[in-house]
């Protein structure tokens, strides 16, 4: 049974999907104006673990994330970098893509984008002007936020608190007719702006992701919402008001947020100096030690960016990667043909996945293996058989993360180079060992 925290409830819940073997999952993405930060990767890395957990378990899945190309920022960037809009868009949107591949990350299903969706976000607002939620105010369209029955839902907040609370937490903006109403389209001749039946201009960001779930989806309804912390409130909830208005339910059965990153104690802000670009620190750490690091924390909870918690984290992928490079070596050397690994430690370990995505639990249950094949491989009569179950086993495991396995591929020259280096160290030949030994290294071998 797969249980999921669900932000819309705030209680851990059974997952039932929507069709049997099908599972929706719609993640906001990045507005494209500038490099992913480390707090980018976050909902990244943890929604890719949750959709390899339902692969795992058969489940087709429908992954859908989404480009925002249309945005004040990109205005701004575009004229800083001395581009188009259209440039810096296409220029970060390659930049998200490659740190998506570096961090070995599935690629979305769909990834569309806010400039190729425009004709369906303005049909949208109209519908919503029809029904009586949207209104036009000099060539800006609002959301009557009042009109929506139960707005609030998912963040638990009170409309007579924020509309006491108006300078705030909402834009009091003098042509809305309330202060916690928001934008739908904004009138403006700046940078990148669309024909309207309003004016020319260019959407608000709150419909975007609600007019792309419902191209994508039947009826605009999916089985899960993600996205970090931050967009719990307005975002989402402005996500949730228009599809309440329009389609009467709350977009998704589940929603999910992950929790924010801390650098050492510290919010990580542009102001603070303490920004991580996310492309330095997998060039820096390597894919595996930053996944590691993203998943020893549960999702729901801050991750705290230091040294010490680095430190640990690398030395506990450095284990899983040895006891992987000596096996591969053993096994290869050995020549054992067995293929086979143990299901129920996989399975166990995708059980602590089920467990919204208990990831650390996960974690620990690939040291376990580690342990037990450290174990096996120092025995004085190996099971060859045995060690490699585990190795087979401790590979399948990290696939399911969706952690990079790069092992070296031995020759027949490379087996014959190996034997006779443990033939030379067995007979304490020192000079030959570490002639043979600087061969095998500059072949990448050890």
């Not at 029955?149 to 006491?164: E, H, N, T, V």
């Not at 992950?258 to 670009?277: A, R, T």
């Not at 495991?397 to 190996?418: A, P």
């Amino acid at each position: 049974m797969i249980k999921l925290f669900n932000s819309l409830t705030n209680q851990k819940e059974e997952f039932k999907p929507i069709k049997d073997d099908e599972v929706s999952i719609y993640v906001c993405g990045p507005t494209v104006y500038n490099y992913v930060h480390i707090g980018n990767t976050r909902p990244m890395i943890v929604f890719d673990v949750l959709r390899r957990m339902f692969e795992y378990y058969g489940y087709n899945v429908v992954f859908v994330s989404n480009f925002t190309d249309v945005d004040d920022k990109i205005i701004a960037g575009a004229k800083n970098e001395g581009i188009s809009e259209k440039e810096l868009a296409e220029k970060y949107i390659a930049a998200y893509n490659e740190v998506r591949e570096a961090l070995n990350l599935e690629f979305p299903t769909y990834a569309p984008r806010v400039t190729e969706n425009m004709d369906q976000i303005i049909g949208f607002i109209q519908e919503l002007i029809d029904l009586g939620y949207g209104y036009v105010s000099d060539g800006d369209v609002y959301f009557r936020v009042g009109k929506v029955d139960d707005y609030g839902q998912l963040s638990k907040i009170q409309l007579d608190d924020l509309i006491a609370g108006a300078s705030n937490r909402v834009d009091n903006d003098e042509h809305k007719e309330s202060p916690t109403d928001f934008a739908l389209w904004k009138k403006t001749d700046e940078g990148l702006n669309y024909d309207s039946p309003w004016s020319k201009g260019r959407p608000g960001w709150h419909s975007e992701c609600v007019v792309m779930i419902n191209d994508i989806f039947d009826e605009g309804k999916i089985d899960i919402h993600g996205g970090g912390m931050d967009l719990k409130f307005p975002h989402h909830e402005n996500e949730i008001a228009q599809s309440m208005a329009l389609h009467h339910h709350p977009i998704a059965h589940t929603w999910m947020h992950n929790q924010m990153i801390n650098i050492n104690n510290e919010k990580m802000s542009k102001s603070k100096g303490n920004v991580l670009w996310a492309k330095d620190l997998v060039k820096q750490l390597g894919c595996n030690v930053y996944k590691w690091l993203m998943l020893s924390s549960h999702y729901r909870n801050p991750l705290n960016f230091t040294d010490e918690v680095l430190k640990n984290i690398q030395k506990e992928v450095a284990k899983v990667e040895n006891v992987l490079k000596s096996t591969n070596l053993f096994i290869q050397i050995q020549e054992v043909a067995n293929a086979d690994y143990c299901m129920e430690k996989v399975d166990a370990m995708v059980g602590a996945l089920a467990d919204d995505l208990n990831t650390s639990l996960a974690l620990t249950k690939i040291l376990d293996v580690v342990k037990e094949l450290n174990t096996a491989t120092r025995q004085k009569e190996v099971d060859k058989d045995e060690v490699a179950k585990l190795f087979n086993t401790l590979i399948k495991m990290l696939e399911t993360l969706g952690f990079k396995i790069d092992l070296v591929k031995l020759t027949s020259e490379d087996k014959d180079l190996f034997r006779r280096w443990n033939e030379a160290k067995a007979i304490k030949d020192f000079e030959t060992a570490d002639k043979l030994r600087m061969t095998l290294s500059k072949r990448g071998v050890i």
